[in-house]
T-cell receptor
Framework: DTAVSQTPKYLVTQMGNDKSIKCEQN?????MYWYKQDSKKFLKIMFS???????INETVPNRFSPKSPDKAHLNLHINSLELGDSAVYFC????????????FGQGTRLTVV | AQKVTQAQTEISVVEKEDVTLDCVYE???????LFWYKQPPSGELVFLIR??????QNEISGRYSWNFQKSTSSFNFTITASQVVDSAVYFC?????????????FGAGTRLFVKA
């Protein structure tokens, strides 16, 4: 069984569209994250949730809205997609808030055309 | 402010050579965590190690070893007798307390090529 699973793996969409990426973890972890990895491989945290509560919200455009219906799920909704949103988005989870020993999903490659 | 510097953008070695990946960090906190992650060509991110700021013991795991030195704010990673399967991008990361929780920042990564 996959520990952290994201869907879809690939997403190609036009500018201006709204899209969602889903993430689920079956590890029983309390903390989940969204990271963005740009074309230069630079990884940056976007959001962190602990037991469904938003605890870290980096400087991310408000077109990005995370939603955690329960502690095993953290979805990412993006409105009015722009070309610059093209990246790989990683979901991750960890047992504690220190962000350590995080287990990552396989990533969602988003391409905005 | 937090900062993680991986000065080596790319390293190329021949199989069986030893290679050290450098990581230098900046933090004002006394409590923090340091990590290394591996990202092979397939794209997933794999946790390798976590170290807390109070534990400066070096660690060895098979061909991998880590040298944590607070005096120089470094957390270097050495692969002994490298293999082609070690080819990947390696990220060093730092986690320190922020509002609501620890925030983890990643270095820019070092791409390691191991040639047969």
């Amino acid at each position: 069984d996959t520990a952290v699973s994201q869907t879809p793996k690939y997403l190609v969409t036009q500018m201006g569209n709204d899209k969602s990426i889903k993430c689920e973890q079956n590890l029983g972890h309390d903390t989940m994250y969204w990271y963005k990895q740009d074309s230069k491989k630079f990884l940056k945290i976007m959001f962190s949730y602990n037991n469904k509560e938003l605890i870290i919200n980096e400087t991310v455009p408000n077109r990005f809205s995370p939603k955690s219906p329960d502690k095993a799920h953290l979805n990412l909704h993006i409105n009015s997609l722009e070309l610059g949103d093209s990246a790989v988005y990683f979901c991750a989870s960890s047992q504690d808030r220190a962000g350590g020993k995080a287990f990552f999903g396989q990533g969602t490659r988003l391409t905005v055309v | 402010a937090q900062k993680v510097t991986q000065a080596q953008t790319e390293i190329s070695v021949v199989e069986k050579e030893d290679v050290t990946l450098d990581c230098v960090y900046e933090t004002r906190d006394t409590t923090y965590y340091l990590f290394w992650y591996k990202q092979p060509p397939s794209g997933e991110l794999v946790f390798l190690i976590r170290r807390n700021s109070f534990d400066e013991q070096n660690e060895i795991s098979g061909r991998y070893s880590w040298n944590f030195q607070k005096s120089t704010s470094s957390f270097n990673f050495t692969i002994t007798a490298s293999q082609v399967v070690d080819s990947a991008v390696y990220f060093c990361a730092l986690s320190e307390a922020g509002t609501g929780g620890f925030k983890t920042i990643f270095g820019a990564g070092t791409r390691l090529f191991v040639k047969a």
